[in-house]
């Protein structure tokens, strides 16, 4: 009795597949291929859920090459939530063909309008793409849909929220002879699966049970910092992070992309940008050489979130928190991907801990919160040198607690408080709450005129002696 095939061998695929995949060096289906692709092959409707960097893209992929001839008619279309992600699956598929010969044409925005067109007058067998561009090619008669077989949505449930829904709908109900739906992504909210529903014919949910995301082994922290030392922070994680690190930065805005790389030029550290305002053409450079290792820092927006499959990347660092749990998780997962190891890092200001922890609520992760690195061995100076951040010390009123060496036998705090007036010619409204104990006095100052009080009474002496004023981090 022969033992059972191993390895993709297990599926007799189209020869080219198998072929390509060999010369590809894979030896075996990762879990998601190994339970979606029977499914997907066989014609049926898949929703498939697997972590990032679990190989997702061959999941549907290699069923979406087999099903297609080269006709040019295009028999499956791909969705994709950006350009830089149409052109990555695009290439993966075209890898995993091999000499099938099927065109394969990526249809995404910021590129030639009319050599595009051209290309898919030419014939094509596949197309992936951005829905924006889609749809504007089909509008033109440029891309027919009535002979599309497969429609696949990938980050589907990026696709099938507000922001893409009404265009993925436009495209969906113009395949009028689709005959097979898949869908793949890391995260499947509830909501977005029964919004799904309306797409699916009896599909076959290839998922972890009650939806837990499993997150790859990725070690993540947190470091709970002010606005004003971010950067000081990220200079300690980027400086010892050792040579052969590539580094994805995540911020919320555009003009915070650009800030940063501009701030971190300044301290030496060479970091390029990636946000959806620049040009296509420089977007995929960049992204080129992030992957080819000549550039080891890039600064990015939420189009480099989702997908993007870079292989050596090692930190993430999200300077500022996504505003949505699941935008977290596809973050992190640029990094640790195909088993890899990888470290994330979350900064934090003081009101935004509570986000940090909904994070960990949600997916049942443990984030926890620590110190920025240490300089490396040898190095005495900062990277960017670290500011008063007043802010982070000041409590909800403002006020920021100073310790003063006097305990409540020396003074009362009617003379301290009078005298810290009278020293540092500061209205007393800026002074709140005094306590004082057997070893200090505790002087509550408006973060406005902390830093004066502080600079002021350092230098002065309280019935011949110095106060020693220190603010208090609570
Ligand atoms: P996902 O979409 O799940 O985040 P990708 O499809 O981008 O993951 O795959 C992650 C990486 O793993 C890619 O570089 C891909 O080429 C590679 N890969 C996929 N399947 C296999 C496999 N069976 N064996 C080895 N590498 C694989
Ligand atoms: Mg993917």
Same mark, same amino acid.
């Given at each position: ?27 075996? *289906? ?8 029977p499914h ?22 290699? *069923? ?6 080269v ?27 091999g ?7 990526t249809? !995404?925005?910021?590129?030639?309008i ?40 990938d ?8 922001? /893409? ?5 436009w ?17 499947? *909210? ?21 939806l ?22 990220? #200079? ?5 992070s ?7 930065? /995540? ?15 300044? /301290? %030496?550290?060479?970091?390029? #940008? ?26 990015a ?17 999200? !300077?500022?928190?996504?505003?949505d749990?699941?935008? !977290?998780?596809? %973050?992190? #997962?640029r990094?640790g ?9 979350? /900064? ?11 994070i960990?609520?949600?997916w ?17 100076r900062?990277?960017v040198?670290?500011?008063d951040?007043w ?5 909800y ?35 709140g ?15 406005e005129?902390?830093? !004066? ?11 011949? %002696? ?9």
């Open positions: 009795m022969s033992a059972k095939p191993k390895g993709f061998d297990r599926w007799d695929l189209d020869s080219h597949i198998s072929r390509a995949i060999a010369e590809r060096g894979w030896e075996e *289906p990762t879990e998601i291929q190994i339970e979606a692709i997907a092959r066989k014609g049926r409707d898949v929703v498939g859920q697997a972590r990032t960097g679990s190989g997702k893209t061959a999941a549907f992929g290699i *069923p979406a090459i087999e099903r297609c001839s006709l040019g008619k295009i028999q499956a279309i791909i969705l994709c939530p950006t350009r830089e992600l149409a052109v990555q699956v695009s290439e993966e598929m075209g890898i995993l063909q000499e099938k010969g099927l065109k394969i044409e249809v !995404y925005g910021g590129t030639d009319e050599k595009q067109a051209k290309r898919l007058d030419d014939g094509a067998d596949i197309v992936v793409g951005t829905p924006g561009r889609v749809i504007d090619m089909a509008k033109r008669g440029h891309l027919k849909m009535e002979s599309i077989a497969l429609f696949c949505l980050e589907a449930d990026r696709m099938l929220d507000m922001g /893409f829904f009404p265009d993925v709908l495209i969906f109900e113009r395949t009028v002879n689709r005959e097979q739906t898949l869908l793949f992504s890391a995260t499947f *909210p509830q909501e977005v699966l029964d919004a799904a529903e309306e797409f699916l014919n009896d599909p076959v949910h290839v998922m972890s049970e009650d837990e995301v499993e997150v790859p082994e990725i070690e993540q922290f947190a470091i709970k910092i002010g606005r004003a030392n971010k950067l000081w922070a990220l #200079g300690r994680i980027i400086g010892s050792g040579s052969d690190s590539q580094i994805l930065i /995540f911020t919320n805005t555009k003009r915070m992309v650009e800030l940063i790389v501009e701030r971190l030029g300044k /301290f %030496r550290f060479k970091a390029v #940008g990636l946000h959806g305002d620049m040009p296509q053409s420089k977007r995929e450079r960049v992204l080129d050489s992030f992957r080819d290792g000549s550039e080891s820092i890039v600064v927006t939420d189009v480099a979130a989702r997908g993007l499959d870079v292989d050596g990347i090692t930190h993430v660092v999200n !300077y500022d928190l996504p505003d749990s699941e935008v !977290y998780v596809h %973050r992190i #997962g990094t991907r195909m088993g890899k190891k990888g470290e994330a890092w979350s /900064f934090a200001t003081g009101s935004e801990v509570t986000m940090v922890d909904k960990c609520s949600t049942g992760l443990e984030i926890p919160f620590i110190e920025p690195p240490a300089l490396p061995e040898g190095r005495e900062d990277f040198p670290k500011r951040d802010d982070e010390v000041s409590d009123f403002g006020m920021v607690r100073v310790s003063m060496k006097i305990n409540n036998s020396e003074t009362t705090k009617r003379e301290l408080v009078d005298w810290i007036v009278k020293e540092s010619r500061i209205p007393e409204i800026a002074i709450e005094v306590t004082s104990d057997d070893e200090e006095t505790i002087v509550e100052v408006h973060v005129k902390v830093a !004066y009080v502080i600079d002021v009474i350092k230098g002065r002496e309280f019935q011949g %002696r110095s106060l020693k004023p220190a603010i208090v981090n609570s």
